[in-house]
């Protein structure tokens, strides 16, 4: 008795250990939630909420369906007070068949197609064989009838017969054959249509399925959630606005969107969504800095074998490197080494093992020291470059936009769109004419950014009184800044330029010519109008070898403190003037203006040479008439 006893608490003990065995061994599937977003311009964070319940104590829990488009590097996990993550580990399995829904729907589709596909064809094949059976038919009823009608007693009735049912039948053929046709050219269209659909789908991935297993503790009983974060590649987003204007000009109603694209494999349903402008960075730890290192070497005249492109390699970057450089090949040796600098940083920033951190390090400090070596060895051209150098894209500080909302986001080919935010902003609108360009007189908008956030770049359309009046693009704007925006040309204003008279005399050593201009204004519509008249002088850099004098002008130039620091020396002039109503024709409102060119009589006026730097000035200038 007391055997048995003994007998069978043993086997309820081992029993119940066999049980903690494989309950901390256990391991079961489990999809989990995305819950979260936050979308960069080229990857997206993705977490997902994993519901973990059971008893207290070790657990494996294999988190599936994850996406095609997942960095396998980038999973990490986090729990609460009461749960220790101690590995998170990326495995594929290979599956028999497409495990995603809409993909199994679109194979399914395939296989039908294919099959309908065969048939068609195995139709086409026996009508040929039709066809040639009533080939051998017709060819017996010859060699027969002319037998009879040799021997007199041919059957002119059953030829016949037989005569109009091989056309019936040849008929009936035809029309079979052009409708099989028809059918398979249809059925290889809808094949192509479905294999571009599916290859959409899946591309980039394999017939296998993606999982994370999370190895964790739990200190207590009962459910509690595991937040696994993954970043996935196939998605993006970029800003667009819609600028309203109404009939008032007060305000300008701004919508600041996101253009999306979403192709990582999986949908976001109902998700918080974050907008973010930062890189990714998975590195715990920031690049090296390696020594500088330099020594000398005889100074030799600049090499020319990259002239065409206008770069050098960075094996080059020796001797010379940075005198005898035109400005142009300098700014495009800058621009070269910023955009692999900045494609080495985002590596840098999810770089997590140590020799893939030393290799991009040293990468990064190779271009750090070009950029260094021209600093050290750069001439006046050099020089003046770096000085002017904009900073670098991505060196400002990184914007993030939350939405307020839950968001639905499908992973599709083409693009999807969602609000960020809506505002009114106050408007001052204006015209600006330069009839030495164009006719047309266009309308702008000072707006002030009063919203809560900042504006980046990106492109506009805009909208006067509900119409479409083109489209344009603004500028990264912060709060509290004001910024400039086009709504289209002004069909009711026209503007034009003529040259009223020149004068030219010659004293000692010199020639001095003087121009008088008109520059006049039409406005065809019931309003008084506010116009910026914008006209030029020639402009001498330096001005020692031609002199430019502005003389007696009808109308006062502009006082407006940016035109007079950045436009005003530079040769540009501006009035700001009324336009009355119905003022066309000889009303037409006018200004006169007269200036003189005085320079050695032995020479004539003429453009520079190079255009590439005074190109470079002008777009730095389009660029300040963007913002205030």
Same mark, same amino acid.
């Given at each position: ?27 079961? $599937? ?79 589709? &395939? ?25 051998? +038919? ?23 017969? #037989? ?119 998975? $590195? ?40 005898? +450089?035109?400005?142009?090949? #300098? ?85 999807? +769109? ?6 009114? +902003? ?58 400039? #925006? ?59 070898? &031609? ?18 620091? &950045? ?62």
């Amino acid at each position: 008795m007391h055997l048995r006893n003994w007998r069978r608490q043993a086997a309820m003990a081992v029993a119940s250990v066999l049980a903690v065995l494989a309950a901390a061994g256990a391991a079961w $599937a489990v999809d989990g939630r995305v819950a979260e977003v936050t979308l960069y311009r080229g990857q997206a964070q993705i977490t997902r909420t994993v519901p973990v319940d059971g008893a207290a104590g070790s657990l494996e829990v294999v988190v599936t369906g994850l996406p095609e488009q997942i960095v396998p590097d980038s999973l990490f996990a986090e729990g609460a007070d009461d749960v220790e993550i101690r590995a998170v580990r990326f495995r594929t399995r290979a599956v028999g068949e497409e495990p995603r829904d809409e993909v199994r729907a679109l194979d399914e589709q &395939i296989r039908e197609t294919q099959q309908q596909t065969m048939l068609a064809q195995k139709k086409l094949e026996l009508l040929g064989k039709r066809a040639a059976y009533l080939d051998r +038919m017709e060819t017996f009823s010859a060699e027969t009838a002319h037998g009879d009608l040799s021997s007199g007693v041919l059957d002119a009735e059953a030829l016949e017969r #037989v005569t109009l049912f091989a056309f019936e039948q040849r008929e009936q053929i035809a029309e079979q054959e052009v409708d099989l046709q028809r059918q398979m050219h249809d059925l290889n269209e809808q094949m192509q249509l479905l294999q571009r659909q599916r290859g959409e789908l899946t591309r980039g991935a394999e017939r296998t399925v993606r999982e994370a297993v999370l190895f964790l503790h739990k200190q207590s009983d009962g459910p509690v959630d595991v937040r696994l974060n993954y970043l996935v590649n196939g998605c993006g987003w970029s800003p667009a606005y819609t600028m309203r204007a109404g009939g008032e000009r007060q305000q300008v109603s701004v919508e600041y969107n996101a253009l999306i694209h979403q192709l990582t494999g999986e949908n976001w349903d109902d998700v918080r969504l974050t907008l973010s402008t930062a890189s990714p960075a998975l $590195a715990a730890a920031g690049p090296g800095l390696a020594p500088f290192h330099v020594t000398l070497q005889p100074e030799v005249v600049a090499q020319t074998p990259n002239e065409a492109s206008g770069q050098q390699a960075v094996g080059d970057l020796f001797g010379n490197y940075g005198r005898g +450089m035109s400005r142009g090949q #300098v700014i495009d040796n800058l621009e070269g080494l910023n955009r692999k600098k900045i494609e080495l940083q985002m590596q840098a920033g999810n770089a997590v093992t140590f020799q893939s951190n030393s290799t991009l390090s040293w990468d990064l400090n190779t271009f750090a020291c070009a950029s260094q070596q021209l600093e050290i060895n750069g001439d006046a051209v050099t020089l003046s470059v770096l000085r002017n150098e904009p900073s670098m894209p991505g060196e400002g500080p990184s914007l993030s936009y939350r939405l307020s909302g839950p968001v639905s986001l499908a992973s599709r080919s083409d693009q999807q +769109m969602v609000r960020i935010m809506q505002t009114d +902003m106050d408007s001052h609108f204006y015209h600006v004419a330069t009839p030495v360009l164009s006719p047309y007189v266009y309308r702008e908008a000072e707006l002030m950014n009063a919203s809560e956030e900042d504006l980046l770049a990106g492109p506009m359309t805009a909208y006067l009184d509900g119409r479409f009046v083109g489209r344009g693009e603004i500028p990264t704007v912060a709060r509290g800044q004001t910024f400039v #925006v086009g709504f289209g040309a002004n069909p009711q204003l026209r503007t034009r330029r003529e040259l009223a008279d020149r004068d030219d005399k010659v004293q000692g050593g010199n020639r001095e010519t003087r121009f008088d201009y008109r520059l006049f204004i039409e406005n065809y519509s019931n309003q008084p109008t506010d116009v910026r008249l914008v006209d030029r002088l020639p402009h001498a850099e330096g001005g020692a070898d &031609i002199r430019v004098t502005l003389g007696d002008t009808s109308d006062d130039i502009s006082d407006d403190k940016q035109y007079q620091r &950045i436009e005003r020396p530079m040769g540009l002039l501006r009035w700001d003037v009324q336009v009355a109503a119905n003022a066309a024709g000889d009303d037409a409102r006018q200004i006169d203006y007269s200036y003189a060119v005085e320079y050695d009589r032995q020479y004539v006026v003429s453009l520079p040479s190079s255009k590439q730097s005074l190109q470079e000035e002008f777009e730095r200038l389009q660029r300040d008439r963007q913002k205030r």
